[in-house]
């Protein structure tokens, strides 16, 4: 196991080293979906050992790499599944603030197949890593570098990746209109700071129409206002309002961050988007590493 070296101090910029958690933590809450309660445990890794998960509650091929090859379902959440069938969902909240603090080495275990989703945004994960502390390791960090632009298009959305030399995002979402909700947009150069202050709180985000009939569904059992900003009829249900003006965008990019992670290594370079989701997310990356001379992998 290579030698743990400093706790990491600086956040306003990724050393050039590899990092894994100072100790093991552990947090408990309830499957958005299931509405069971699972235990998350999150351990230190040695370098060059990636993101591994593992569900604590099977005993044979439990565990997941981390990959946007393993992403086989986008539909409600960013779900990964192993060879054997094995699959945890609604992990792109914990990626977004692994990737916020640039967590290149860790063990995840669950016991479930979902992910707990606490308050239905990354605070509470982000919060977890504070506890757990970031420790440099003695190997170099490796990074996506963008190098030329790369897009997808459809008739109410798009995305596109291009060079640049910090990790920003410029991201629009109008909702097509429905039930009279106003466009969102926001724009933001990623730190672990900047994360913590304007993304990291950022809700999950759903209509209440849309949440009846997946309940009628037997679906998203766990889901209710103490987990997402809920709308009805173009106004916002929870008490306590909104935690950001545009919460629901921070949140995109929240997502995005969260699933581009999968890859293990942060990407430099600008997402720029409109209506975006998980399943574009896992396209634009696809159509990113699988283009000749699209991005590079750098030592930093
Ligand atoms: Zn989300």
Same mark, same amino acid.
């Given at each position: 196991m290579t030698v743990l070296t400093a706790l990491l101090t600086k956040r306003s910029s990724y050393p050039p080293f590899q990092t894994t958690i100072g100790k093991s933590v552990t947090i408990s809450g309830i499957g958005v979906h299931s509405g069971l309660t699972v235990e998350l445990e999150l351990h230190p890794l040695a370098a060059n050992m990636g993101i591994i998960f593992e569900r604590? !509650?099977?005993? !044979?091929?439990?565990q997941i790499m981390a990959g946007i090859n393993r992403v086989v379902d986008t539909r409600f959440s960013t779900t990964l599944g192993n060879s054997f069938g094995v699959t945890l969902s609604t992990v792109e909240h914990l990626m977004a603030a692994l990737s916020a603090f640039g967590i290149s080495n860790i063990l995840v275990r669950v016991s479930g197949s979902e992910m707990p989703i606490m308050d239905g945004s990354a605070g509470p994960f982000m919060d977890l890593l504070q506890k757990a502390g970031i420790v440099v390791q003695e190997e170099k960090r490796q990074i996506i570098k963008i190098k030329k632009n790369v897009e997808l298009k459809e008739e109410r959305r798009w995305v596109c990746l291009e060079p640049a030399d910090k990790i920003c995002f410029d991201l629009s979402v109008d909702f097509q209109g429905r039930e009279g909700l106003k466009p969102e947009s926001g724009s933001y150069s990623i730190s672990a700071d900047v994360f913590e202050k304007d993304i990291s709180k950022a809700r999950s985000f759903g209509f209440y129409q849309d949440a009846q009939a997946l309940y009628a569904a037997g679906l998203a059992k766990g889901s209710s206002l103490d987990n997402a900003v809920v709308i009805k009829e173009g106004k916002v249900m929870n008490k306590e309002g909104l935690r950001y003006q545009n919460e629901m965008v921070r949140h995109k990019i929240l997502d995005a961050m969260g699933d581009f992670y999968l890859t293990g290594l942060l990407l430099y370079g600008k997402c720029s988007g409109h209506n975006i989701g998980h399943e574009f997310n896992n396209r634009i990356m696809k159509k990113l590493l699988g283009t000749p001379g699209a991005a590079e992998i750098v030592t930093l």
């Amino acid at each position: 196991m290579t030698v743990l070296t400093a706790l990491l101090t600086k956040r306003s910029s990724y050393p050039p080293f590899q990092t894994t958690i100072g100790k093991s933590v552990t947090i408990s809450g309830i499957g958005v979906h299931s509405g069971l309660t699972v235990e998350l445990e999150l351990h230190p890794l040695a370098a060059n050992m990636g993101i591994i998960f593992e569900r604590s !509650d099977l005993k !044979d091929n439990a565990q997941i790499m981390a990959g946007i090859n393993r992403v086989v379902d986008t539909r409600f959440s960013t779900t990964l599944g192993n060879s054997f069938g094995v699959t945890l969902s609604t992990v792109e909240h914990l990626m977004a603030a692994l990737s916020a603090f640039g967590i290149s080495n860790i063990l995840v275990r669950v016991s479930g197949s979902e992910m707990p989703i606490m308050d239905g945004s990354a605070g509470p994960f982000m919060d977890l890593l504070q506890k757990a502390g970031i420790v440099v390791q003695e190997e170099k960090r490796q990074i996506i570098k963008i190098k030329k632009n790369v897009e997808l298009k459809e008739e109410r959305r798009w995305v596109c990746l291009e060079p640049a030399d910090k990790i920003c995002f410029d991201l629009s979402v109008d909702f097509q209109g429905r039930e009279g909700l106003k466009p969102e947009s926001g724009s933001y150069s990623i730190s672990a700071d900047v994360f913590e202050k304007d993304i990291s709180k950022a809700r999950s985000f759903g209509f209440y129409q849309d949440a009846q009939a997946l309940y009628a569904a037997g679906l998203a059992k766990g889901s209710s206002l103490d987990n997402a900003v809920v709308i009805k009829e173009g106004k916002v249900m929870n008490k306590e309002g909104l935690r950001y003006q545009n919460e629901m965008v921070r949140h995109k990019i929240l997502d995005a961050m969260g699933d581009f992670y999968l890859t293990g290594l942060l990407l430099y370079g600008k997402c720029s988007g409109h209506n975006i989701g998980h399943e574009f997310n896992n396209r634009i990356m696809k159509k990113l590493l699988g283009t000749p001379g699209a991005a590079e992998i750098v030592t930093l």
